[in-house]
């Protein structure tokens, strides 16, 4: 794997919210590393700028894009750290973003400080796991790569009925 980063701004103390935001950041591009420490075909991006259907460019805070048993897997995260907790319309700010992007497979939110409950509520209706930063370790990121996921990927491939014929002994 190989961990793209942008992140890369000088201490200034009118800036200190953005600073904690990249630390914070930083700090979850770690776990995710090392969740998928042993998963060869994988890349992870940050601050990545994905074209949506549009063909604009929307920023993703994490991007993982891995394969698995010959199948790509994308998951985004996105990351909030704020003061407060995070409201419905971050939540739904970032599904609408997601909608755009061809190809996710797995949403997911994290906060520094939670989540209001309609944005709880949101969350589920819209499929986006939340989650706080304290809860954050290898183990949950590695949950997000599931059996129901890749149990999804080959659910929604149409089989043709075939015939097999051997020859010869």
Not at 98 to 115: D, E, T, V
Not at 128 to 137: G, P, V, Y
């Amino acid at each position: 794997y190989r961990c793209v980063r942008s992140i890369s701004q000088p201490f200034s103390p009118t800036k200190r919210k953005k600073m904690s935001k990249g630390k914070n950041l930083e700090r979850i591009g770690r776990i995710v590393q090392e969740a998928f420490r042993s998963f060869p075909k994988t890349v992870i991006h940050s601050n990545y700028k994905i074209p949506n259907t549009s063909g604009r460019k929307r920023e993703i805070d994490i991007l993982i894009i891995s394969e698995i048993n010959g199948y790509e897997i994308k998951i985004a995260i996105e990351c909030k750290d704020y003061g407060r907790k995070v409201s419905v319309e971050k939540v739904e700010a970032f599904h609408g973003k997601c909608q755009r992007i061809k190809g996710l497979n797995k949403k997911a939110m994290i906060s520094s400080n939670g989540f209001q409950e309609d944005a709880v509520n949101a969350a589920n209706d819209f499929d986006i796991d939340i989650f706080e930063l304290k809860d954050i370790s290898s183990e949950v990121v590695l949950s997000w790569i599931d059996t129901r996921q890749i149990k999804q990927l080959y659910t929604t491939m149409k089989l043709e009925p075939s015939t097999i014929k051997i020859i010869g002994d």
